[in-house]
């Protein structure tokens, strides 16, 4: 018979710095965002930063109707958010255990922002046709988030799986946030590549 769900679960440091961490990179990238946005609304001529080429181009992006999906900038989404996570990541430093309902709901918010990730990720490859630095930054931390988030409530049977999936990801996690950023980035060079390689 299998073990039951734990009543209740914090994290190890590891998972709590990775959280802190990946929710720092991606309230950084939406700080930026945030701030440019605002200049180039004062400036229809401002150009960020990170517009390096035709094809490194942050004010396309920003300027794209992709930018403000819900009808407000994406990255005023995302200071809210990622600032989430940041809070779940320091209450496990202090020794928090989060109920089961927490961590499917936590998990849930993770799936969601895969999920609009990979549809920027679409929009910015095959429609806008350019890239954001600070887009991409956040899209790492995202994916890292997901997979670690996603493999902590398996782990610990908030999720069912089989057992030999919780063997694997107690082991072998990392290997999942490492083979898709390392798609996402293989999409990325041959989408350009005449360009990378011009």
């Known amino acids: 018979m299998a073990a039951p769900a734990t009543r209740a679960a914090g994290g190890g440091r590891g998972f709590a710095l990775l959280l802190v961490l990946t929710g720092a990179a991606g309230l950084l ?5 945030t701030l440019d946005k605002f200049k180039l609304l004062e400036n229809p001529n401002f ?4 517009s390096l ?5 942050c004010g396309s992006v920003m300027k794209s109707a992709q930018a ?24 496990l430093l202090a020794g928090a255990a989060f109920p089961r309902w927490y961590w499917l709901t936590f998990d849930a918010g993770c799936l969601f922002g895969i999920g609009f990730v990979s549809w920027l990720q679409f929009q910015s490859l095959y429609r ?26 398996v782990r610990h049977r908030f999720l069912p799986a089989p057992a ?27 989408r350009w590549w005449d360009f990378w390689t011009s």
């Open 164 to 190: 030999g999936l919780r063997t694997f990801l107690a082991e072998f996690t990392w290997v999942l946030p490492l083979l898709h950023t390392g798609i996402v980035g293989m999409l990325i060079l041959t």
């Open 68 to 91: 403000a999906a819900f009808g407000f900038p994406n990255p005023m989404l995302g200071l809210v958010a990622y600032g989430v996570v940041i809070c779940v990541g320091t209450s």
């Open 128 to 153: 806008i046709n350019a890239l954001c630095l600070w887009c991409c930054l956040a899209w790492v931390a995202t994916i890292v988030l997901f997979w670690y988030v996603t493999s902590f409530a």
């Open 47 to 50: 150009t960020p930063g990170c």
């Open 53 to 57: 080429n035709p094809v490194v181009s």
């Open 29 to 33: 990238a939406s700080w930026v965002i």
